[in-house]
């Protein structure tokens, strides 16, 4: 590099679990860094709430400020990474930085599941990059495959577990047998959940990914609020146990598929074969399963989260968006947009898994598939297990919409013949 | 799009499996690659050895030529997309190609495992773009995570099962028990293999693979001649069986390794705990799994061939390249490279398992543990199995050179009280 040549300086936003191990990344891999990049990259600013906060990486003396504002308004500032995360004030940081000439990096699923559009309008009108591969499966490079290498292809379905924590519980509950409390309860113990799980148990954060993922994977844009929802606080020990009895497992998945030309887009647990190649997903890992027209089923899998693996996207991102900013040119934007419909669940097409404790008398099972076909749902497989008065009745269906799905189970459950319905759940992952 | 726009040239070299599904894809998913490149994409030119043969894509009328060499020189070709393979003429058509100003997707392996340097010398002189994600693992996207997602991150370390071929064959031999003939057999009924099955079975079409991976996720310069080959012909029932008693599977596995500042790289058949993500990779599908620095273990996952998939690869390159082409920049070349040294496979570390029929006598197992502690190898589990006549051994090494290894093998061969060794296989995967 000849002295004098182009630096490109890099302002941090939160130095915390992320923007620690992205400070000390820059730090430590600063000639790597220059090489890839073609000019050296050095460290502008580091902005945090607290300046004596305990911190992780060391920062040089004088960069720790907690003017967040001032940072990416500065002159000497070409490329901002946003690692704070939350709404405010990371929206009006993005968007300052890039009206002043930045280039961004981000690693924040919520901000760009909420309001994605307003901050790519103000890339496309900066010119200027906002890349944010840490947002959605923390290592693992799935933003810029879909984006990228499938550019040619149409992606037609996209199966993720993006939630470590749910992942971890139910990786727990199906190798042990354990309840969904109990399960939750040794997450904490290790660290993998928080002591208020809501957003990871509820699937709030599943839905931020499954709102990226779909927007990026059919070119359209939607938003969190779009995401059917439903967590895994309602699977118990005995869907669990469902499930491993038709060789499946259960999985909190975020899923986003084209129907025609609309979306659907929902986070729900789901029943898939053991045979899939998402079910052996173990622990806190993440996956990503990926359909397209031509390149066929592609799987991506890593760690989801932890501070050095999302740092390291955001440093891959960090080195494309820097080299862009050097040659004054732009990545692959948001720009080109079909604005689909996304269809409401009920309208979704799904399978489900039904297994109903039922009188043994006869004619049970023609009752039974009696309310299914009223319901226009046909079935795929029925077993009857058991006899007397621990009779078992296990459904899976074929594809119908979810409303006709959920109505035939609200049905069952009002019958005379049916004592309880003991499990419900969809099934994915299907071979067609 | 307005009229009169810059319009982008594409010639296609090569109308097999692969250039058909190139050239279908190019008229099917013409309006989406306008959308994503920003100008459209149209077919200049199909090059091919013989103008009537039966094409699985219709060409228009007046583009089939068999004039490759003519085609590339053509001044209104922006892009050359080389899906010929072998080393001539593909190699004298791309730096022809590249010459003439036009930038280059292949899917060409073998040339450039061969004599890549060349090639991206041309690119790079030419200011203009040569991609390939297509020549490693079909259809998954791993060259440009690789390149772009790892680029702030240390790859230390890439397994791949990259031959759909020898993968299918080793597990039919896991799932059915059968010798590897049979299932040899079977896979060449099945279309997996081909009639003459070497390039495959042998492990040249891995090591190609393995030397583009080395040079990729190390910066540095392979060529196939540098890969050290061992191929699956020799894997006997009794191997997988063997590996199923560890509770592991056998794969062909290209092995690229960064130690210290050198690089060992080999293809050779390994025992994997079926607990890896690779063990779980079946029939003809691929994987790559990588484990760096700060993201630690990322896997990749499809299939490694097949006209579409692997078509799909070379558009999403074509796209990228076409972007690059139109804004004149370039992505991120091959120009920084550390030439690494290639270690020599006795100075690689590796760990061996051992099955040896010895004879039942007293100290039988001491004086075989001398043998490897003569040699400098530590034994990490040690399992004797049977009495009388059937007596064996099952020795699993910690890490030692494979010299050291194989002169302890040597050695065991050798002695009295061992009948025979019954298994050989290096040992890979383990958690660290
Ligand atoms: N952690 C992961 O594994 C992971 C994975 C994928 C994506 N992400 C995303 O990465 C982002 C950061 O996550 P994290 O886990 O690193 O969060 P964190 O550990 O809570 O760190 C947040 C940082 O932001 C700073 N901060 C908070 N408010 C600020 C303000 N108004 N001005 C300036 N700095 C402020 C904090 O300063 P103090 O240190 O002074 O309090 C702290 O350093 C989030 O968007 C998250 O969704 C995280
Ligand atoms: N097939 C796969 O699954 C796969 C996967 C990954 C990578 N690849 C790579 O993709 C490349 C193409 O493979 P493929 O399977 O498509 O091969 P293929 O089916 O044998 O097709 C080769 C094509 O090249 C044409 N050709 C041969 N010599 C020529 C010459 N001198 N001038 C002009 N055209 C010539 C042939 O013309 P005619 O049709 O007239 O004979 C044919 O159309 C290879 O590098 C291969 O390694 C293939």
Redesign the pocket.
């Given at each position: 590099m000849s002295e004098g040549g182009p630096v490109l300086r890099v302002a941090v936003?939160?130095?915390?679990?992320?923007?620690?191990q992205v400070v000390r990344l820059l730090q430590e891999q600063a000639e790597d860094l220059a090489a890839r990049v073609g000019a050296p990259v050095e460290l502008a600013g580091v902005?945090?709430?607290?300046?004596d906060?305990p911190?992780e990486v060391e920062v040089p003396p004088g960069l720790l400020t907690?003017d967040?504002a001032g940072l990416v308004a500065r002159d000497d500032v070409d490329l901002v990474v946003?690692?704070?995360?939350?709404i405010e004030?990371?929206r009006s940081?993005i968007l300052s930085a890039l009206e002043h000439g930045a280039s961004v990096v981000?690693?924040?699923?919520?901000?760009l599941a909420e309001d994605g559009p307003t901050l790519f309008e103000a890339a496309e009108k900066a010119g200027r990059d906002l890349y944010y591969e840490?947002?959605v499966a923390?290592a693992i490079p799935i933003l810029r495959p879909l984006r990228e290498s499938l550019a040619g292809d149409r992606v037609t379905r996209v199966l993720g577990i993006v939630n470590g924590t749910t992942n971890f519980i139910l990786d727990k509950m199906d190798s042990t047998g354990a309840g969904f409390t109990e399960s939750l309860e040794e997450a904490q113990e290790l660290g993998y959940a928080e002591a208020d799980p809501t957003a990871d148990v509820e699937g709030f954060d599943a839905a931020a990914k499954a709102a990226i993922l779909a927007s990026l994977a059919f070119h359209t844009r939607v938003t969190a609020s779009d995401v059917y929802r439903e967590g895994i606080a309602d699977v118990t020990a005995a869907d669990v146990a469902s499930a491993a009895d038709i060789g499946s497992v259960v999985k909190l998945l975020a899923i986003a598929e084209l129907n025609d030309d609309a979306v659907s887009v929902r986070v729900h647990p789901a029943m898939i074969p053991r045979s899939h190649p998402l079910a052996s997903v173990r622990e806190a890992y993440n996956a990503v399963f990926v359909e397209s027209q031509a390149a066929g089923q592609l799987m991506f899998y890593g760690p989801?989260?932890?501070?050095a693996?999302?740092a390291s996207a955001v440093l891959g991102d960090l080195v494309t968006v820097a080299r862009n900013h050097l040659a004054g040119s732009r990545g692959v934007g948001e720009s080109a947009y079909a604005q689909r419909a996304v269809l409401p669940m009920g309208e979704t097409r799904t399978r489900y898994h039904v297994a109903i404790d039922v009188d043994d008398r006869a004619g049970v099972l023609a009752t039974v598939a009696m309310a299914f076909s009223e319901h226009g749902v046909s079935i795929q497989t029925v077993r009857q297990e058991g006899r007397g008065a621990d009779a078992q009745l296990v459904v899976v269906s074929h594809e119908a919409t979810d409303a006709q799905l959920s109505a035939t189970v609200e049905q069952l459950r009002g019958m005379e013949i049916v004592r309880e319905v003991t499990s419900v759940m969809r099934v994915e992952g299907r071979d067609e």
């Open positions: 936003l939160g130095c915390g679990s992320v923007g620690s902005a945090v709430r607290r300046i906060a911190r907690t967040a946003e690692v704070i995360g939350g004030p990371a940081l981000t690693a924040n699923k919520a901000l840490a947002a923390g989801g989260a932890g501070g693996p999302t």
